[in-house]
């Protein structure tokens, strides 16, 4: 859901930019129409980067899926709580996370284990590092399918 808000808003603030690029560039003067050319660019960025990350996201999904019909679902070892708010306890979090980075580190080529490492990241609030290992296992699922 806040995904797609996200999505709805970028689309309004863009069309919004497109409208007033236009404009610019309408006007025929020099500087004008350089500030709506620029401005189309602005939009083309953020279009190619909420698109890469909206792509992330359904591969995320779909691995967990593919998780999922494997038995690999629920991923959280037996030991842990989540709290209300689904998070894990900071402790919880903190060897959940060394238990996944060593399973990576074992068999760092298992899109599976790059999956975990992921959801960890997210556990301990490292999203920038999250989307890195969860970019590993989009990739090394992929490869896994292209063989077989």
């Known amino acids: 859901m806040g995904a797609a808000?996200?999505?709805a808003v970028m689309l309004l603030v863009s069309g919004a930019m497109v409208t007033t690029a236009v404009?610019?560039?309408a006007t025929g003067?020099?500087?004008q129409s350089g500030v709506g050319v620029g401005v189309l660019l602005l939009?083309?960025?953020?279009?190619v980067l909420v698109a890469g990350e909206v792509k992330l996201g359904a591969d995320s999904a779909r691995l967990a899926r593919r998780l999922d019909a494997e038995g690999g679902l629920?991923?959280?070892?037996p030991d842990v709580t989540r709290l209300p708010s689904g998070r894990l306890d900071k402790d919880d979090a903190d060897r959940v996370f060394a238990q996944r980075r060593a399973q990576?580190?074992?068999d760092p080529d298992d899109w599976r284990a790059w999956w975990r490492l992921?959801?960890?990241y997210g556990d301990a609030r490292d999203n920038r590092r999250g989307r890195r290992a969860m970019r590993r296992?989009?990739?090394l699922e992929r490869a896994e399918r292209g063989r077989g």
């Open 5 to 7: 808000l996200t999505v």
């Open 23 to 25: 404009s610019l560039l």
């Open 29 to 31: 003067d020099l500087v």
């Open 43 to 47: 939009v083309v960025v953020g279009c």
């Open 74 to 77: 629920p991923y959280d070892p």
């Open 104 to 106: 990576v580190e074992a």
């Open 118 to 120: 992921a959801a960890a």
């Open 137 to 139: 296992a989009v990739g």
